[in-house]
């Protein structure tokens, strides 16, 4: 008996890259034997341009144990190469190789780069995919872990942020991006020696801790991991840390100036919400694939 087949379409998100199709390599946990990202014609299409589709071999059949590590986290992998959370999957019931299945829909058009679709911040999102699949792999168990809690993490800030008005989620999908970077850096470090016995000035207290912050490990590892406008990324994340996440998480506080409308409302005045929220969304992004990148230099 063959291997089950399955085959989905995006409509969301547009395929414009060099190729046709790029494979997508079996990954730790998951039920794939082989696939493709392809441009498919089916569906709400752009033009002669084609929406993301997958078409997938599968060692056994998808159940609840196995569909989030296997399609979710798939799709969380697009996410981060698309840059926009695959909201929507179309099934279709067709049979075949894969091969058979991306010949009979395949898109007339699925490359120019004169052309970018929405987000689309290069023509490489669909190879991205490719290679996050293969280097994924790569990692050790907690490496890999730390990796998948993270581009979840991404992945729930990219959703909220193409909710409707998304200027009243502001705050929280930006600390959700630095919950993001946060997961992939170390944990804070104890700042001594472990016999050391600190002791308070003020009321005595012998052997509290004294350790480096998670604001600390988060430049720590942009410095490790980024070669370009180091400085620039560090301060962004330095400034955005305190005021967005650590006073929204334990007291709500709200730093999008949502209560008055968000960053729409204040469009002319305060330019800088925006271009934080861009800003942010780059930096968490560059960070998970350089994680990635980084590990494969190790190992090479």
């Known amino acids: 008996m063959s291997n ?25 946990d998951s039920i794939i034997v082989r696939g493709k990202i392809f441009s498919s014609k089916k569906g709400f299409g752009y033009g002669e341009f084609g929406n993301v589709a997958v078409v997938l071999e599968l060692s056994s059949k998808l159940d609840e144990k196995n569909t989030y590590k296997t399609i979710e986290r798939l799709k969380n992998l697009i996410g981060l190469a698309f840059g926009l959370k695959p909201q929507e999957q179309r099934w279709s019931d067709e049979q075949g190789t894969i091969e058979e299945i991306i010949e009979r829909n395949k898109a007339n058009k699925f490359y120019d780069k004169d052309i970018r679709m929405g987000g689309q911040l290069d023509w490489e999102s669909p190879r991205r995919v490719m290679a996050y699949t293969n280097l994924v792999d790569l990692l050790d168990s907690g490496q890999r872990k730390k990796f ?89 994340a330095k400034r955005l840390f305190h005021p967005v996440r650590a006073n ?53």
């Open 148 to 236: 998948w809690q993270a581009l979840q993490t991404y992945n729930y800030a990219r959703e909220i942020a193409h909710l409707p008005n998304p200027q009243y989620r502001y705050t929280l999908y930006m600390s959700l991006h630095l919950a993001s970077i946060d997961q992939l850096a170390p944990n804070p470090k104890n700042l001594h020696d472990k016999k050391t016995k600190l002791v308070c000035p003020v009321c005595g207290e012998v052997g509290f801790a004294h350790t480096s912050s998670h604001r600390d490990e988060i430049i720590k590892m942009i410095d490790e991991l980024v070669d370009y406008q180091k400085e620039d990324w560090k301060e962004l």
């Open 4 to 28: 089950p087949t399955i085959f989905f379409e995006m409509p969301g998100i547009a395929y414009n890259s060099e190729e046709q199709s790029y494979d997508i390599h079996p990954f730790h």
């Open 248 to 300: 929204f998480v334990p007291e709500g506080h709200i730093a999008g100036s949502e209560d008055i409308g968000g960053f729409i409302a204040l469009w002319m005045e305060a330019k800088e919400l925006m271009e934080d929220d861009h800003n942010l969304m780059i930096l968490n992004k560059m960070l998970l694939e350089k994680f990635l990148q980084q590990t494969q230099n190790v190992k090479n």
